[in-house]
């Protein structure tokens, strides 16, 4: 039975192998994960598998995220785990925050779409579809105008209503074509813009085999060719967050001959080398991931899942109890990347919650715990003999940065926990046209604040705008 074989790989692996990383990473991680081991293969839930049903699955995911959280139980807090809300802050704050998040939830925006959103603040606004070379049925928003095209791209777990829920004084789609841009809203494959497929429904297992290696690969051509077609250009500028830098240092590496179309990369919280992910969620799910993407590949669950008891264990953990870490942690993606309270906007965040998580795949996550975990920015591992067959060897290929040749900026801040300054750093030295990389001066400004910050008009986007008419 596959799952009783996969078992007993994580048994294998924790008991032997690569327990010394493991233990590295995180201490104690190996020892808990073989006890834990233990209790999996006497589960019912596992033993009634082979006849799979909505609720088995259910239990199977439960069950297995049971090993990383039982890991983050093992470790000490205080060692490599930022937590996100200290008992100090929170007695001042709470009041306060408990007061502006209600009132935030009477915001009507809460129930609108990205599309209504759009005209509703008073821009015009259009939807295309896209299908890629692989039949992926991709939705694009555009605010469409006469000027210099801008492709904005969201980054995991986001969407196109990344660019817009800010609100109108500060989404970045807003004051961009405020200036006049034309402003085009990409969505990957799998977020809740795009879940159709030529051939497969979003209920196949075969419609979530995808990182975003296939996301920089097809998705990311397609979009580009047709914004650049229906506007009748022959290069864009292009603005990433987090995963839409990921995707495009794949795509500009895989398939050069796109770095033409692109006259400026901007780059915020730049994700590629991730030695040094400080992200819990990341750093736990990296060295049990890829099981668990083959494991739950093996039952057909492939969408990855936010309601899991993972999420709920690192929220007790990370977060603690009390109003303020039941609101903030309940939401997967500050949950995965962090936030600061400095820049959030706690009147706005009911309209965030309401927008996103917007969907990915299990597999996405599995793809950045190998990075954390080899140091390299390199294609999906599928194990020795599986790369072999798909690769033509051992190892995974890395992706050739020195094939980017289209101007890059990267933008990062000390307190990213995805984007690591000194990852920044590696991934600047090897890029042979970094033509800018900026430090935010702002002390615990995170992975998020790239999107949402209180201040984003003077601390982003003031700067950026004045390097988009540089290019
Ligand atoms: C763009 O459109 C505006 C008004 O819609 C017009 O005034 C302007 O001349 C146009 N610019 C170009 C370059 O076509
Ligand atoms: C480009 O646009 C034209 C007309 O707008 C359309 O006929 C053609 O199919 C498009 N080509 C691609 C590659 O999208
Ligand atoms: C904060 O959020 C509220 C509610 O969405 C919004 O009205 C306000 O403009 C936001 N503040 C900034 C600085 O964007
Ligand atoms: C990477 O790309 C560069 C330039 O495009 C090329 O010269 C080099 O041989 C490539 N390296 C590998 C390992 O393929």
Redesign the pocket.
């Given at each position: 039975m596959a799952i009783i074989k996969h078992l007993f790989i994580i048994a294998i692996v924790s008991a032997g192998g690569r327990a010394q990383l493991a233990d590295f990473l995180f201490p104690g991680l190996a020892h808990t994960a073989r006890s834990i081991t233990g209790a999996l293969a006497s589960q019912p839930a596992l033993q009634a598998a082979s006849q799979a049903s909505g609720n088995v699955l259910a239990s199977i995911v439960n069950v297995l995220t049971a090993v990383p959280i039982a890991a983050a139980r093992s470790l000490n807090p205080s060692v490599n785990f930022p937590s996100l809300i200290s008992d100090s802050n929170i007695v001042d704050y709470s009041e306060n925050f408990i007061a502006d998040f209600n009132s935030?939830s009477r915001?009507e925006?809460v129930r609108l779409n990205v599309g209504e959103l759009i005209l509703k603040y008073g821009y015009p606004m259009e939807r295309h579809k896209v299908v890629t070379e692989d039949g992926y049925i991709l939705q694009m928003y555009r605010i469409p105008s006469n000027g210099t095209v801008v492709f904005l791209m969201h980054g995991m777990l986001g969407s196109a209503d990344d660019y817009v829920i800010?609100?109108?004084?500060?989404g970045m789609a807003y004051l961009l074509a405020s200036e006049g841009y034309d402003v085009w809203l990409g969505n990957a494959r799998g977020n809740k813009h795009s879940r159709h497929h030529t051939e497969f429904k979003s209920s196949d297992a075969l419609f979530w085999d995808f990182s975003w290696h296939e996301i920089g690969c097809y998705d990311l051509p397609a979009m580009i060719d047709y914004a650049l077609n229906t506007t009748e250009q022959t290069s864009l500028k292009y603005i990433g967050h987090s995963q839409g830098t990921t995707s495009f240092f794949v795509m500009a590496s895989e398939k050069p001959e796109y770095n033409e179309k692109i006259s400026l990369m901007v780059a915020l919280s730049p994700v590629a080398f991730m030695t040094h992910v400080t992200a819990p969620f990341i750093k736990l799910l990296a060295p049990t991931g890829t099981l668990l993407h083959g494991l739950l590949k093996s039952i057909g669950v492939y969408e990855f899942l936010p309601d899991s008891s993972l999420t709920r264990a690192l929220k007790q953990l990370m977060c603690g109890n009390g109003p303020v870490a039941e609101i903030l942690c309940s939401n997967v993606l500050f949950l995965s990347v962090g936030f600061g309270f400095d820049q959030l906007?706690v009147?706005?965040l009911p309209?965030i919650f309401a927008h996103m998580p917007s969907g990915s795949s299990a597999k996405q996550f599995a793809h950045y715990g190998q990075g954390v975990l080899s140091g390299e920015f390199r294609q999906f591992d599928y194990g020795s003999t599986e790369n072999v067959r798909r690769y033509g060897s051992s190892q995974p290929p890395k992706y050739n940065l020195s094939n980017i040749v289209a101007p890059v900026s990267l933008w990062y801040s000390e307190a990213d926990w995805m984007s690591h300054p000194t990852d920044v750093s590696e991934l600047y030295s090897k890029l042979n046209n970094a033509i800018d990389i900026y430090k935010v001066p702002i002390e615990r400004f995170n992975h998020l604040d790239f999107l949402w910050a209180?201040?984003?008009k003077n601390i982003i986007y003031q700067r950026l705008r004045k390097l988009l008419t540089y290019f």
């Open positions: 935030g915001n925006d800010a609100g109108p004084e500060s906007n009147t706005n309209v209180k201040d984003f």
